[in-house]
């Protein structure tokens, strides 16, 4: 199988520096603000040092004000002002839901908008954060997959939806205070809007800016990357980023999975299991997560979960089984939950860790699949929906 060439989407991005202003730091790889700085007139042997402090002040402390830069020379924090800005996504809204969970709707550059949603639990607070505007995919059963794909979202953007949430949290540490161990950030996964290796390049240098150990220091273990299944890039994201792998799933037939998550028909079922066999991250310490959508009469049965132990036979692995978050014109209805118990039991029994995810801001539409960013809404009637999805 050749991996060699990217193919990541030809979508547009917008770029990090306008035609005109400042540049924004936020997103750039160490390299790439190195380069910047060299540019703005700082000496090549020093940029190096002058990357090191400025990120920290970024990513470490959370700081976007250069005057705050307070081992910076006077001058040189007054060039870095006229020169490059610190900037993330504008929080639009915020809203809670009763279990806790917060849903933001973040605004980026063109005036489009993106929902991030932050999940605390006992013993971690999750992110999920978005990679595109809208999503090219259309799985039929995903709210945000009836949503036109408008552009991928730079590093910058993706990387700015962390700082968003640390923000709201107030989880930046404060100079001089005693170190805080605990974090309440403490996960990501990309399993909101979009696609994330179909803008690979972007998300690649966001999660390696997630995980520099002189910012926000978060292991490669707690970054979870989901995808529909594109094939050609599945082995890059071990040897580029080395986070945790997660495939949405959700058939264990190409008949069903086509209708479900349109993808397979380009890298139907076979492909897609050959692919994760060979994942070089995979191993017993790290498991492939199936997420597998619990749909009423469509993949619910014990024949499929039968077949689901069969196909991944030999792939070290945990299946991740999500209630359906029903939306607004949804061609399809959850499970009931003794169906649930029943296709989880038969999983582990044959000796897969089988968890029933928990619906987590359903009453803020922020469940898994109900992600939309209001103003991009592409109002269609539950005959359309039912339409597109071949039903």
Known sequence: MDIKAPITQDVLTIP?????????????????MRDALIAAGTPERQAKM???QIWQW????????????TNLAKDYRAMLARTFVVAIPEVVTRQVSGDGTRKYLVRIAGGHEVEVVYIPETDRGTLCISSQVGCTLTCSFCHTGTQKLVRNLTAGEIIGQVMVARDDLGEWPVPGAPKDETRLLSNIVLMGMGEPLYNFENVRDAMKIAMDPDGIQLSRRRITLSTSGIVPEIARTAQEIGCQLAISFHATTDEVRDRLVPINKKWPLAKLLEALRDYPKVSNS???????????????SDEDARRLIKLIDGIPAKINLIPFNEWPGAPYKRSSNNRIRAFADIIYKAGYASPI???????????????????????????????DAGL
């Not at 970024?58 to 830069?69: A, K, L, N, S």
């Not at 699949?369 to 209001?374: D, H, P, R, T, Y």
């Open 58 to 69: 970024i990513y470490h402390w959370g700081v976007r004000d250069f005057e705050q830069m």
């Open 357 to 387: 995810r928990t619906p987590r801001g359903e009453d803020i539409m922020a469940a898994c699949g109900q992600l939309k960013s209001a103003t991009e809404r592409a109002r269609k009637s539950k005959a359309q929906i039912a339409q």
């Open 50 to 52: 002058r990357v090191g």
């Open 16 to 32: 990090r520096k306008a035609p005109e202003g400042p540049v924004n730091l936020v997103g750039l790889t160490r390299d790439a």
């Open 286 to 300: 790290e498991r492939i997560t199936f997420e597998y959508v619990m749909l009423d009469g469509i993949n619910d």
